[in-house]
């Protein structure tokens, strides 16, 4: 762990982030790369959620060397989607706007912050010119709702913060809802 804080300084490897990284309907993911003394590799990860909940998840690991990074997370992210180089700064940007979003809107950055944000080290975002895209399509919230979210939780927050019918959401359909009750349906269906 004193390593991960400490890697601030190292010299950057990479920061990458998902190509799409501008459709707020996409989570984020970027990631900050520093090589070691000895040659390990130190992470920062981060989920973000730039139409509502800000920073979804993040953690810091140490690697022990370029290979295995690049051989584990950074091959199996590529593999999934387009990755793409990007300014620490800039990356420390999104980072930040996201989070200062999320909190406006009664939301706090995952816990696991704390291990991934050391690896970022000293940054400047007020010197990247990028606009960081928030919230949804129309300008206002959109809630997503992801596996380990809790709707019902994330919608009384929006409701109490921005009020009801100012945001907008999607969630999963449970099991049991009923997707048609429509009786003339079943009826053709039968038929």
């Known amino acids: 762990m004193s390593l991960l804080r400490s890697s601030g300084s190292w010299p950057l490897l990479e920061v990458i982030i998902n190509a799409e990284w501008e459709d707020t309907m996409q989570i984020t993911q970027l990631v900050i790369a520093r090589r070691g003394p000895t040659g390990q590799v130190a992470i920062g990860t981060f989920l973000i959620d730039l139409a509502c909940l800000g920073v979804k998840n993040a953690y810091g690991y140490l690697f022990p060397n370029e290979r295995a ?108 809802t009923l997707f048609f009750e429509d009786d003339d349906f079943e009826e053709k269906w039968e038929e």
């Open 69 to 176: 990074y690049r051989n584990s997370l950074r091959a199996d992210m590529t593999s999934k989607q387009k990755m793409v180089a990007i300014e620490l700064d800039c990356a420390a940007k999104i980072i930040e706007e996201a989070i200062a979003y999320a909190k406006k809107l009664g939301f706090r950055p995952h816990k696991d912050i704390r291990y991934a944000r050391p690896v970022m080290g000293e940054t400047h975002p007020e010197q990247c010119d990028l606009d960081v895209p928030l919230g949804g399509p129309e300008g206002k919230p959109f809630f997503i709702a992801g596996p380990y979210d809790n709707p019902e939780r994330i919608m009384r927050i929006l409701d109490r913060k921005v009020g009801p019918g100012n945001y907008t959401y999607l969630t999963p359909i449970g099991p049991e």
